[in-house]
């Protein structure tokens, strides 16, 4: 859908900052002094970031009258709470430290001094606020021979583990731990030690591992067939082994705890115009939804779909009436045009780092608030009306994406890499090689008041502590408690039930419709997750952060065929998590159910308290990472 509507941005001079958000920014975003006392407001936060990235305009000619416009508009949409870039530019914009970057994937070459020299890299994008992403590929399988020395190699696990204690040392900027991601092809040699590296905690405990595969291999499982492992220093085939034991282990352990992911590496790279020049990319982010070429590195920003409902009382089919178009489109020409200027805004931990990142010009501009958007609608999560919604909204966003990039191209040119692509050189002239993500927005979704990414809501009801009066209060979802009140079902009684983590499902006097609307994410069945995840990918040249919930009576059977489910809709990756399945486990069902009051019955909880800053109990794993509901600490950090 294309609306060439000028609408302007809506002028926002104070931002409306909820309660938690300000508790997040005050902690982790706002500006301090040496005693870490904040000595910027939120909007001085949003000035600050959108004075810094507007600042770019004037290197490209633009009148500093002009860049000023551009200034105030990058401002009102994140005062506005419609845009929020990813956190390192909301934390480093306009001063002197720290990358502007979300994502980053470094080389890991075969070598001692490649090895080094990696470990070196990745601690300096870690000290200064970035994630990073490896492959383990082409590293010669343990026990193989080094000439040099006279040796025999450690193996790409004992890699791991080095690069894993390096990221332990680091802190980003003095605000955040490391967050990294490993992947290594299922035909390297050690592919079976790889799957099974976390199977208990211990040395690895600082990364993200998924499995790269391709749909030779996944046929290969479907038939119940061989297939060789290789070794890459040499090429030669080590042994054959089975596709299906294969796929098996990788099954089990993510049934077991959530790792490894899979990577469908020959989707990913369907949309990688660069790969005669650059090769393949065969790794990804800490959070998997942005694969990069090595060097590469991606700066996010997410629009927060929640602030386009413009309300209608028209029936559920007539979504499309309800949704501000000429806003939305303005909305993401602009957030494109924010992210483009990040690249030349931005500070590099390498030489490399920078000169292939500006080859490539990548941005990832995704989404936020898609959940709340369909609350707003009455449209329930797991429907497939919802799924068209998410898939018309995508492919606007990215027409508008593609288009303002090639507007880009005319005023500033294209890629430099661009000349090296596959792009039609008549139609496809683009200033960033690609242009959306998806990630998992775990913070700044928090700050921009709405549900995170793609994700259904988790939780309709928290337990906020308020430490200093020492008391534990009901945290609601706004929409969820409107129209409790509105339509009568509202009761001190129901929220406390949800907050100890009872299921509205099963809650008595609620109606059908509510509990349709409001349904959870664990209460979202596999299929309906990875389905709405292939929905957005349909139009999304970059992946999607997304995570696959599963009850914990969950058999390994039904981890398999959501696996295969996820490869057949042409998804570039997928993560799953069964409720439970963690050492550290917080906000999970158990089985020992107890009465409460008027006739609730809840299910007893498992918790055992993650590090974050507030000691709460509000820590959920969505899109990959845990995330504190109420602080905004999060185990991935970047976005």
Partial sequence: MTLKNNTSARTKNEPIISEQASVILKHRYLLKNNNNEPIETPKELFMRVAKAISSIDTTYGKLSVDALLTEKDFYSMMASLEFIPNSPTLMNAGTEQGTLSACFVLPLEDSMEGIMKSATDAAMVQKFGGGTGFSLSKLRPRGAAINSTHGIACGPIEVL????????????????????????????????????????????HNFNISVGVDSTFMQLVKNDMDYSLINPKDNTVVKHISAREVFSKIVEGAWLNGEPGMIFLD?????????????????????????????????????????????????????????????????????????????????????????????????????????????????????????????????????????????????????????????????????????????????????????????????????KQNILEGKTLNYVNKYFEADAIKHGFHSEDLMDYLAEGGSLATAPQVPNW?????????????????????????????????????????????????????????????????????????LVKGNKKEPVKDGYELEEKMIENKSCDCDSPNIVYESGCETCKYCGWSACKIA
């Fill in 267 to 463: 989707q990913v790279n369907k949309d990688n115009h660069v790969q005669k020049e650059y090769g393949e990319m065969i790794a990804t982010n800490p959070c998997g939804e942005q694969p990069l070429l090595p060097n590469e590195s991606c700066n996010l920003g997410s629009i927060n779909l929640a602030k386009f409902y413009q309300g209608s009382d028209g029936p559920a089919h007539a979504w499309k009436e309800k949704i501000d178009w000429g806003h939305l489109e303005h909305v993401t020409r602009t957030s494109v045009h924010f992210l483009d200027n990040v690249i030349d805004a931005n500070k590099y931990a390498t030489p490399a780092i920078e000169e292939m990142t500006k080859s490539t010009r990548k941005i990832g501009l995704g989404i936020m608030g898609f959940a709340d958007l369909l609350i707003q609608m009455q449209i329930s999560y797991g429907s497939q009306l919802a799924r068209e919604v998410g898939k018309d909204i995508m492919a606007s966003i990215r027409e508008w994406a593609d288009d303002e990039s090639k507007e880009l191209a005319k005023q500033r040119g294209t890629f430099p890499a661009w000349e090296k692509s596959n792009y039609d050189r008549e139609t496809e002239r683009f200033r960033n090689h690609c242009r959306l993500t998806v990630a998992p927005t775990g913070t700044i979704s928090m700050i921009a008041d709405t549900s995170s990414g793609i994700e259904p809501t988790f939780a309709l009801v928290w337990k």
């Fill in 161 to 204: 583990k080095t690069l894993s204690r390096v990221s332990s040392m680091i802190t980003q900027g003095g605000k955040r731990d490391g967050a990294n991601m490993a992947v290594m092809s299922v035909y390297h040699p050690n592919i079976l030690e790889f799957i099974e590296c976390k199977k208990s905690e211990g040395d690895i």
């Fill in 514 to 586: 509510a509990k349709a609307v409001y349904a959870t994410a664990p209460e979202i069945s596999p299929a309906d997750h990875v389905l709405m995840q292939a929905a957005f990918q349909k139009h999304c040249d970059s992946g999607i952060s997304k995570t696959i919930n599963f009850p914990n009576e969950a058999t390994i059977e039904d981890v398999e065929n959501t696996y295969m489910l996820a490869w057949e809709n042409d998804c570039k990756g997928i993560t799953v998590y069964r409720a439970g399945s963690r050492e550290k486990e917080v």
